[in-house]
């Protein structure tokens, strides 16, 4: 529900449309990056998973007395290619996507769990995005499927991802098309 909440909250914030979240068991899936650049799009991502992260801390705040154990989670961003369209049978499909980096960012998720941390990025998504990772911890982990080790960057607050990432640059086309920007 908060994840979904952020997702749209974020997707009402940015200027171009976010694909609507798919839900999997008790987790999120949400894709980035279909009518933006590759740098937006980690973006966009490592601000939702501030947003979230922010939304999930005020809804334990607020429920604290009410539930006996906080509500947990885990968050894995990967950039890379992937196969996506619509998928499934005889009128039941949905949007989605397929491939080895969304393979790759769900068991980032999962190792949450045993890394004692609330998201996992690959290294990729930190410099595509234009992070300065130095104030995350970097690792190296196995994948499984993949032979190398892969280095990460693990984050035990994801709040302070959006104090990392600059505001999207402003569209330099106008709505007509018409190129904007000036020379100085």
């Known amino acids: 529900m908060t994840s979904s909440s952020s997702l749209t909250s974020l997707s009402k914030q940015?200027?171009?449309?976010?694909?609507?979240?798919?839900?999997v068991g008790d987790g999120v899936f949400a894709l980035f990056g279909l009518d933006v650049d590759r740098a937006t799009a980690c973006r966009?991502?490592?601000?939702?998973?501030a947003l979230?992260?922010?939304n999930v801390a005020y809804l334990n705040h607020r429920f604290a007395t009410e539930v006996r154990d906080p509500i947990q989670y885990g968050i894995g961003i990967h950039a890379g290619e992937a196969i996506v369209g619509d998928?499934?049978?005889r009128g039941r499909t949905v949007f989605t996507a397929l491939g080895d980096s969304v393979n790759v960012a769900?068991?980032?998720q999962d190792m949450t769990k045993n890394l004692n941390c609330l998201l996992i990025m690959s290294e990729e998504v930190?410099?595509?995005?234009?992070?300065?990772?130095?104030?995350?911890?970097?690792?190296?982990?196995?994948?499984?499927?993949?032979?190398?080790?892969?280095?990460?960057?693990?984050?035990?607050?994801p709040t302070v991802l959006a104090s990392l990432t600059e505001p999207e640059p402003a569209?330099?086309?106008s709505e007509d098309g018409e190129d904007n920007?000036?020379?100085?």
């Open 126 to 157: 930190c410099k595509i995005a234009g992070l300065s990772a130095d104030v995350l911890t970097r690792r190296e982990i196995q994948i499984r499927g993949h032979d190398e080790p892969m280095t990460v960057r693990v984050v035990e607050d």
């Open 87 to 89: 998928i499934g049978f």
């Open 181 to 184: 920007r000036s020379c100085s």
């Open 14 to 23: 940015s200027p171009k449309r976010l694909p609507k979240p798919e839900f």
């Open 171 to 173: 569209d330099p086309l």
């Open 44 to 49: 966009q991502a490592l601000r939702t998973a």
């Open 106 to 108: 769900a068991r980032l």
């Open 52 to 54: 979230i992260a922010s």
